[in-house]
């Protein structure tokens, strides 16, 4: 995924920018970097690979190098930035957040159309923020070239843009799907990704920009240069997995959406099937934790940890790029409590089930411990879509999705006509799915979310959510 950060001050930005994005940094963990303006100094920037060391480990000599009171920070799960880029627009800093699906298609027609050239990366990739930046300088303004861009991308694109005058662009994708939040201080102005990041540096949330909304930040004053849309459609997946349980979108807090989506789970259940006789319910760390309290508390059943998830290396295991390590990563952090494992029926809930491949890992080693039963719950729908807006799964293929998986196995293609009845768990073909899956993942009963009962937790209206992965819709 990614986040970004920034702040334009009457005094120096870069350890505001420093901390503001080290808070960003469960988004992703493959490139960091800062860029700052000074009058003296101009343009400053530093980028870092993090894979294997914190972002606030790399640039904490930066920091003490990198002066002005406007700066930029980011944390890429993709590409190196910010990049600097030199054009009739000026110089400036830029920084992206999202994912360009048609990125090959664009870089052939600029080619075609200006005999230009890239920097290439490796397979002669060429780096989404310089794409972003040659759409960009095609026209006369920043307003002009960010609409413009917006307009031929396939995918999402939220922009934090540092010009040669110190000044701030920030510019929220133009569907809303991710969120960029804009505070104050007595001294100037910060944006940011994630809410609590700017909160604790003293910072006061100021509003979240509209969807498509382009705004000049500086010092004195935040201006919008560019009016939101009026169609939102942010990723529902904000509440469910991605966002820090501080986090606030739209005016919905992450950890308060996740308690009451646990306790919908809890009421489901009672309604329908009943819940499980278990000993303990149980959270999937980290983010299903919040979810397993609220359907803890509105069962009455004890809540539990019986494993303890050891994170000082890896906060998320799907971060490293291939998945035999990231397995391995999954199954080093587990630590278990045998106390509350062996000879226990557990009741687990996990933000989602995708692949099913590191919740087989869970299980067994669980299964290995003693555990007597292991009720699964998900806090959202089967994934029945890879996404086409952000690059939250890494998955290659629909087919790695283990509820498409299993309505291939149960039906062939047939199957996929038949989404909307697997996906509701009291008919026919949801019994089997569920059933199936019961089977394959080794659980004694299996349950998912409705999607009523996601988008009800998150406490906004519906229609501004986006919920593609679910039903396939736009």
């Known amino acids: 995924m990614g986040g970004f950060f920034g702040v334009t001050s009457k005094r120096n930005a870069a350890f505001d920018v420093f901390f503001g994005t080290d808070y960003h940094s469960h988004l992703g963990t493959r490139r960091g970097g800062m860029a700052a303006w000074s009058p003296e100094n101009g343009l400053q920037r530093e980028i870092h ?59 052939r027609r600029f080619l075609d159309a200006t005999y230009g050239h890239f920097e290439a990366m490796g397979g002669g990739r060429v780096n989404q923020c310089e794409l972003v930046a040659a759409l960009i300088n095609q026209q006369r303004t920043f307003e002009d070239g960010i609409r413009f861009a917006q307009e031929k991308i396939e995918g999402t694109v939220s922009l934090l843009i540092l010009t040669d005058r110190g ?34 540096l003293g910072y006061r949330e100021i509003r979240d920009l509209g969807p498509a909304e382009i705004v000049r930040v500086t010092a ?28 606030r979108y739209e005016g919905s807090n992450v950890e308060v959406s996740r308690a009451r989506n646990g306790r919908l789970m809890a009421q489901y259940d009672r309604t329908h099937d009943g819940i499980p006789d278990v000993d303990f319910v149980c959270g999937v760390p980290d983010s299903g934790v919040g979810h397993a309290i609220g359907y803890s508390n509105e069962s009455g059943i004890d809540y539990a940890r019986p494993f303890i998830k050891y994170t000082p290396t890896w906060p998320r295991s ?72 952000l690059n939250f799964s890494r998955s290659t293929s629909e087919m790695e999705l283990i509820a498409r998986r299993t309505m291939k196995t149960l039906e062939g293609e047939e199957g996929f006509a038949h989404a909307d009845e697997y996906v509701d768990g009291t008919t026919a ?12 993942l080794r659980f004694d009963s299996l349950e998912y979310q409705t999607l009523d009962g996601t988008l009800s937790a998150i406490g906004i209206d519906k229609c501004k959510l986006c919920t593609y992965c679910w039903n396939g819709e736009e």
């Open 220 to 247: 004195d004053g935040c201006e919008t240069i560019g009016a939101p849309g009026n169609r939102m459609k942010i990723c529902t997946f904000l509440w469910t997995y991605y966002g820090y349980p501080n986090s």
């Open 318 to 389: 799907f971060m490293p790029h291939k998945q035999e390590i990231r397995n391995q990563v999954a199954k080093m952090k587990l630590i278990p409590v045998h106390e509350l494992i062996e000879g226990k029926k557990l009741l687990f809930v996990d933000d989602s089930i995708v692949r099913g491949t590191q919740l087989a890992g869970t299980v067994d080693f669980l299964r290995n411990n003693g555990a007597k039963e292991l009720h699964m719950r998900s806090a959202c729908p089967p994934i029945m879509y890879g996404c086409k807006y």
């Open 49 to 107: 690979n993090i894979e294997n060391t914190p972002f606030r480990t790399k640039f904490e000599e930066d920091v003490l190098e990198l002066k002005g009171p406007s700066c930029i920070g980011c944390i890429s799960d993709t590409d190196p930035q910010p990049l600097l880029i030199r054009s009739h627009l000026g110089t400036y800093a830029v920084s992206m957040v999202g994912i360009i699906q048609n990125q090959e298609e664009l870089t």
């Open 167 to 200: 000044e701030i662009i920030a510019a929220r994708d133009k569907m809303g799907r991710l969120p960029i939040i804009i505070g104050q201080d007595d001294q100037g102005y910060c944006v940011s990704f994630e809410s609590f990041a700017f909160e604790k």
């Open 429 to 440: 073909r949801g019994k089997a799915m569920r059933e199936h899956i019961c089977k394959t």
